[in-house]
Structures are given as structure tokens and as C-alpha cells.
């Protein structure tokens, strides 16, 4: 099994930075890609970025496109997501996930497991 923690969620105004971290542990060598995905309020949980973890192939949702960056520190088995530039639509409960037996990593039910959720909200 692979555990996932995230850190990094919190409250900044529009247009401001925040960086999102997610710790993978247990059998991380078993990962192939890992993502990012968010729920808002009354909403599904959409993508949101994805990484494949040995060639570092990226994926965005075009709504994050261009302010978002995900990345990863294959050593430290942490994933990030940089976000730049963000906006009250932002806000949402952000969620990291692996994908350990699939090689997409593109759609929701690519993913194999998933970390508890950190809390962004963007104030206008």
C-alpha cells in the first residue's frame, strides 16, 4: 500500500501563492503517476494536475493552466503543486493520489489511493 500526507493548504487572497506538498511512504516504488485533484462545494472532484513519476511527463486542467505547476521530488517521494496567481474559484478541498495499476493517469479512476485533503481558500 502507498500512504499519501498533505501539507501546505490554507487561506490567501486572490491572486496571491500558495504550495501544496504531498509525502508518499509504504511501496512508493510501485507508483507510476501521481496527481492532483480538488472538490468544491456541491461539486465532483475534478483533476486538477498529474506527474508521471519516473519521466516527469505533466498534465493540466486547462482551467489551471499556466498558473499551476506540478512537480515532484522523486528522493523525497513528495509531490507539489505550485499555484500562482489564484482565484476565489480556486477554492476547494485539494487532494494528492497515486496510480499504481494503470499507465493513465489522466481520469479519477486511474488512481489507486489518496491522501485526506487539504483545505485552499482563495478571498476576494
Known amino acids: 500500500q502507498v500512504q499519501l500526507v498533505e501539507s501546505g493548504g490554507g487561506l490567501v487572497q486572490a491572486g496571491g501563492s500558495l504550495r501544496l506538498s504531498c509525502a508518499a511512504s509504504?511501496?512508493?516504488?510501485?507508483?507510476?503517476?501521481m496527481g492532483w485533484f480538488r472538490q468544491a462545494p456541491g461539486k465532483e472532484r475534478d483533476i486538477v494536475a498529474a506527474?508521471?513519476?519516473?519521466?516527469?511527463?505533466?498534465y493540466y486542467a486547462d482551467s489551471v493552466k499556466g498558473r499551476f505547476t506540478i512537480s515532484r521530488d522523486k528522493a523525497k517521494n513528495t509531490l507539489y503543486l505550485q499555484m500562482n496567481s489564484l482565484k476565489p474559484e480556486d477554492t476547494a478541498v485539494y487532494y494528492c493520489a497515486a496510480v499504481t495499476s494503470s499507465y493513465s493517469y489522466t481520469r479519477q479512476v486511474d488512481y489507486d489511493y489518496w491522501g485526506q485533503g487539504t483545505q485552499v481558500t482563495v478571498s476576494s
Open positions: 506527474i508521471s513519476w519516473s519521466r516527469g511527463n505533466t
Open positions: 509504504g511501496r512508493t516504488f510501485s507508483i507510476y503517476a
